[in-house]
């Protein structure tokens, strides 16, 4: 029999554990109860995750050898995996008691400590561990995580540096070490270990995976992308991994691949909440509401507690105008997650639609952070921010963000800081200092460079403010608003010459200038219209069309103009992208503007042009346009027409068209 055990043992020992469980139980069969040969079978149903089985060998072991210290440990980390960690620190420390002095006894002790979240009293065991065996890696590295959720970083680091200079190659301590960075915020380290944890184990998902969740933080995005593919090449059942790259391709504007990505996720793992709101968010940017709200609510059956899915939802209720609805999720979204800045910047896109201006304003002031609803970071001046004091013999910069029509919308507020002010400048888009210029004569117009910066640089003000927030303290009910005529100045040098010119195509016409598209990432395919969709409005008899489309659009233009013979002027010496001053004078040259929701019905009704603008719901709508409002107290020029329901614009142009036609025969009876 002992011949017949000395095999089994080989095979054990050589990884041939079909053969060496084969051998230990005919060796059982012929001795019961053989301590030796049920601990040795507890440990090798341990290897293969047979835990119950393992369990059950290793009690009867110890039944029958209550002094079997190794057994007693083997048991131990039996009843971790099983999760009895209680069960488990019982039985560790009886294995204990019999052997104080096993280094691995006390490690093993020390994890199970960690795991019941017992960290002070995990931390001198792990001592002891260390102890009786100063370089035993894997208890100093479980003395540094004890550390590091004592919130005793700087140690946790120096057992993790201990543990790397016995091994640098060590796969488990840089993944540590590099996870504490990542709490800590400190990136660069980090990655730095990471790559130096993937220098030695190419073939780590978990490093590569968590490397791609650095880079993501960072706003490496192909970086993050390829490090999520090498995780999942390595383990294509790695949900996590499917569900973020799923993440990056979405930010990539890669949809349809990122669906199938965090699909994946889904099949892989249907209880994680996580991928479903990833799934909401891509089939929102599809335009799939109603599938969107359907896996934000999975996920938040999944999670209750998950407050950007509440966020998320609450985003898609607003979509659908369910106003009501979604206030009422953000609230419950940066309950839980306060101050959750992001839920208080989308909450004000809620506001503004149904007029609740003054609380909009303050949600709208969270703009800047954790969210990416601004690509101008918060400027961080070292200068008191205006907040309604009185500004008679004061200086205020102010300073103007986002995209170049909201600067100029928000602009027509700046006149009344000017007049209150002893002193005001105005830092604005390069391309907008001009206008700004000839518009806003008693103030100082700087770019938004570095030339401007160093001339901000030698200047003192008593105080700033972001030119959207003046909002908060001038426009916070819609009485606020003032009648103006028309703020910003063309120059007429460049604009005369450009009506005389369209006013020789056809004389007599009424010239009227369009624009189609919007080129804004999110919200820009839900604000766009396919010219050919224009028809009704381009037949409309005696006017001429012009061309105020910014961006490559010459060929849908010509392919319009020979479908449906018409003559739409297409001035190439005017390009809105390169010089906004010759594109202004352009929109002064008409006798009006049609438009979709773009930057061009900004520089229109900012001169007090009449502007008609074809504006998007759901999706593409926007906070300045207010709902069920067919005029903008923003630009008295203005007159919206509004989809009836989101991609469907027949009902908003056909309108367009009536009235355009009632307008053009209204002339003809005046002439």
């Not at 709101?277 to 799939?288: A, H, P």
């Not at 007029?355 to 918060?378: C, H, M, S, T, V």
């Not at 008593?462 to 120059?491: E, K, M, N, T």
Request: glycine fraction near 6%; proline fraction near 5%.
């Amino acid at each position: 029999m002992d011949g017949e055990l000395s095999k089994a043992i080989r095979h054990h020992k050589h990884g041939r554990v079909t053969e060496a469980e084969v051998g230990y139980l005919r060796v059982l069969k012929g001795t019961p109860g053989n301590t030796q040969v049920t601990y040795l079978l507890g440990c090798l149903y341990f290897q293969q995750e047979r835990y119950s089985e393992a369990l059950e060998q290793l009690e009867t072991s110890i039944r029958f050898d209550p002094h079997n210290a190794a057994a007693l440990d083997a048991m131990g980390s039996v009843l971790g995996q099983l999760q009895r960690p209680n069960d488990a620190l019982k039985t560790f420390k009886r294995a204990l008691d019999l052997e104080p002095n096993n280094a691995e006894f006390h490690l093993n002790l020390g994890r199970v400590l960690v795991q019941l979240e017992r960290y002070e009293e995990a931390v001198p065991v792990l001592d002891k561990a260390i102890a009786h065996r100063p370089a035993y890696i894997d208890a100093i590295n479980g003395l540094a995580t004890a550390l590091k959720y004592l919130n005793r970083p700087d140690e946790a680091i120096q057992s993790y540096m201990s543990c790397l200079e016995l091994d640098p190659s060590h796969q488990n301590v840089n993944i540590n070490l590099a996870s504490l960075y990542v709490e800590l915020n400190r990136l660069d380290e980090a990655k730095s270990y990471f790559l130096k944890c993937l220098k030695h184990h190419p073939e780590s998902a978990a490093a590569w995976f968590l490397l791609g969740n650095v880079y993501r933080q960072t706003r490496q995005i192909e970086e993050a992308k390829q490090a999520y593919s090498h995780a999942i090449a390595i383990e294509p059942d790695h949900a996590k991994a499917h569900d973020h790259l799923g993440g990056i391709l979405f930010t990539l504007g890669k949809v349809e691949a990122a669906q199938t990505a965090i699909e994946r996720a889904i099949e892989l793992n249907p209880t994680d909440y996580n991928p479903h709101t990833n799934l909401g968010r891509v089939l929102e940017r599809k335009g799939e509401i109603d599938q969107a709200i359907k896996n934000y609510r999975k996920s938040l059956d999944l999670n209750p507690d998950y407050a950007d899915a509440h966020n998320n939802l609450a985003n898609a209720l607003r979509f659908q105008e369910d106003f009501e609805g979604a206030l009422k999720e953000y609230d419950i979204a940066i309950a839980l997650k306060p101050p959750f800045p992001g839920a208080q910047f989308n909450k004000a896109m809620a506001l503004f639609p149904i007029g609740r201006l003054e609380e909009a304003w303050r949600g709208y002031a969270q703009r800047f952070g954790e969210n990416d609803n601004n690509p101008i970071d918060e400027r961080g001046w070292n200068i008191p921010v205006w907040s309604g004091q009185d500004l008679a013999n004061k200086s205020i910069l102010l300073w103007t963000e986002q995209g170049v029509g909201d600067e100029i919308l928000y602009s027509s507020m700046i006149p009344e800081i000017i007049d209150r002010s002893s002193t005001c400048t105005i830092e604005c888009s390069d391309r907008l200092v001009p206008l700004f210029t000839r518009s806003f004569t008693s103030a100082q117009v700087l770019p938004r460079n570095q030339i401007g910066l160093e001339k901000l640089s030698s200047q003192s003000f008593d105080y700033q403010c972001a030119v959207v927030d003046l909002g908060g303290w001038l426009r916070p009910d819609f009485d606020s608003f003032p009648a103006h005529s028309g703020y910003a100045i063309p120059d007429r040098t460049l604009s005369v010459p450009l009506r005389e010119k369209y006013e020789q195509h056809k004389p007599g016409n009424l010239i009227v200038g369009i624009s189609w598209q919007s080129t804004s990432y999110k919200s820009g395919p839900f604000k766009t219209i396919s010219l050919i969709d224009w028809e009704p409005i381009l037949r409309t008899p005696d006017v001429t069309f012009v061309n105020l489309q910014y961006g490559n659009c010459s060929e849908e233009l010509i392919a319009v103009n020979q479908s449906l013979k018409l003559d739409i002027i297409h001035d190439r010496s005017v390009d809105p992208l390169t010089d906004l001053d010759n594109f202004a004078a352009q929109v002064a040259a008409m006798d009006m503007v049609i438009s979709t929701s773009n930057t061009t019905v900004h520089f229109a009704g900012a001169m007090n042009l009449p502007v008609w603008t074809l504006a998007a719901i759901g999706q593409g709508a926007l906070p300045y346009w207010y709902y069920g409002k067919i005029d903008s107290p923003w630009y008295p020029s203005m007159r919206l027409y509004f989809q009836t329901k989101p991609k469907e614009w027949n009902s908003a142009i056909e309108a367009v068209s009536s009235d355009l036609r009632s307008l053009v025969a209204k002339g003809r009876e005046e002439q």
